[in-house]
């Protein structure tokens, strides 16, 4: 299977084998990143087959594929809708998501993603985005703080974490990840302060790039662009991202329970395809990103 230096396709295989292609067909693939999955869409597509990718991240631009049945948008997959219609699309037959940080992006230091370098306080995933780590750091207040540690970080001493950001700021703003890892280090247990400063790291992330309200708005328009038979092939890194596609495959819905009629069946718009699909040891050990990721595949009733 290809691999690109940008970034290394998880469960490549598995994941565009779950989309069931046809030749025909059209497809879209929600994070194009370095291209990986859309490669390899592409080698299964006949001449008449169309995909679409969508990336908010400029830096993936470059890897933009040279072939007419593929076009690239620019834009975040929470307007997935907008933008097929768009260009003219009311339908398709699959929707591939790999969601999470590239590896480009953990791996450029200045975009300020990975505890591993000295760097501003970033991690918009959209480059052009008003809201970045700093703003969220030094300017959210101390219940905010503590809101976004608790749910996203699921942090159980996310008080502390909030109380200490919010005093350290009273003397001066806090601008770089080795200052904030300055007025964290106190929290971290020793021997966990590389997992715990990753969870830290994780509930900026995704309250910087509205993750979890973009991938909620995302899973609502799959239902309505899918074919009957068309499907989706998702692929998950932690638990807050996997609970919601599990939820939604299952239900329809992010909690709660679907109404049954009075034959006590219920009406869901997705069928599971297969269980829950985790990387290889073997895989996990060519590429350590992807010991977490998770793959549920469903299909459109």
Request: aromatic share 8%; hydrophobic share 40%; proline share 3%.
């Amino acid at each position: 299977m290809e691999q690109t230096e940008y970034h290394n396709p998880v469960l490549l295989k598995e994941t565009v084998d779950g989309l069931a292609i046809k030749p025909d067909g059209i497809y879209v693939d929600v994070t194009f990143g370095g291209g990986g999955h859309s490669r390899e869409i592409l080698k299964r597509l006949g001449a008449n087959g169309k995909l679409y990718a969508f990336d908010q991240d400029e830096d993936a631009l470059s890897n933009a594929i040279d072939d007419e049945r593929f076009t690239l948008i620019n834009e975040n997959f929470r307007f997935i809708k907008r933008f097929l219609r768009f260009h003219g699309l009311k339908k398709v037959d699959g929707i591939l998501g790999d969601f999470g940080v590239s590896s480009h992006q953990f791996d450029v230091a200045e975009r300020g993603f990975s505890t591993r370098f000295e760097a501003d306080l970033d991690m918009r995933m959209n480059q052009s985005g008003k809201l970045s780590a700093f703003e969220v750091i030094n300017e959210y207040d101390e219940s905010d703080l503590r809101k976004m540690f608790l749910e996203y970080g699921e942090l159980r001493n996310a008080p502390k974490l909030a109380r200490a950001i919010v005093g350290a700021r009273k003397f001066k703003s806090i601008k770089t990840s080795v200052e904030l890892k300055e007025v964290l280090t106190p929290f971290l247990p020793r021997h966990k302060e590389h997992k715990i400063l990753a969870q830290i790291y994780q509930a900026i992330r995704i309250e910087v790039n509205q993750e979890i309200d973009a991938l909620k708005e995302f899973l609502e328009q799959t239902v309505q662009l899918l074919d009957k038979g068309g499907r989706i092939s998702l692929i998950s890194y932690h638990s807050l991202e996997d609970r919601l596609v599990k939820r939604f495959i299952r239900n329809g819905m992010f909690e709660g329970e679907p109404e049954k009629d009075l034959y006590g069946n219920v009406s869901v718009p997705f069928k599971k395809v297969g269980g829950l699909i985790v990387p290889t040891q073997e895989e996990i050990k060519e590429n350590n990103r992807a010991r977490s990721a998770k793959l549920r595949i469903a299909e459109r009733i």
